[in-house]
């Protein structure tokens, strides 16, 4: 009886740190894909490595798309020495957030409406004032092609 009842503690605590180590997997597996923790570790490098230099770069500009386009342009202003210039984002209703400097519209999804259309137009019309000297930051994410 004893052993029987060992046995089954013995089960119950493995499936437990079973359990324990599967959360700990599925959460690091979350963070890595997280969209502003992902930009922000991509361009980081590129910084850091001089692939990426703004010396020579007057405005920086960002536009965007997409479900998490908010969570990544917030990446990409994580790593700026200095301020965008400006930005236009379109992203699903209900997955908007603040980005500093950035105008961001919601939109139809997965079917495009006419806020889809306008804000593809204000996203065009911003690249479209970018010169030589600027650079242009472009987040595409799932939900891009019915938001712009």
């Keep these: 009886m004893d052993k029987l009842r060992l046995a089954r ?6 499936e437990a ?20 923790r992902a930009v922000r570790q991509a361009l980081n490098g590129w910084l850091r490595d001089g692939e ?6 007057d405005r920086i500009f960002l536009i965007g798309a997409g479900k998490a386009a908010p ?13 965008l210039t400006h930005g236009v984002l379109v992203t699903k209703d209900g997955h908007s957030q603040p980005v500093p400097g950035v105008d961001v519209f919601e939109a139809a999804h997965p079917v495009p409406d006419q806020r889809a259309l306008a804000g593809a137009e204000r996203a065009l019309a911003l690249a479209s004032e970018a010169g030589r000297d600027d650079l242009v930051f472009c987040v595409l994410s799932g939900g891009a092609s019915a938001l712009w």
């Design 9 to 14: 503690q013995r089960d119950f605590l493995e």
């Design 17 to 36: 740190i079973i359990e324990d180590d599967a959360r700990a997997i599925l959460a690091a597996g979350l963070a890595a894909v997280e969209p502003r």
């Design 52 to 57: 990426l230099t703004l010396d020579a770069v």
């Design 71 to 83: 969570g990544m342009a917030l990446g990409v202003l994580d790593v700026l020495p200095r301020p």
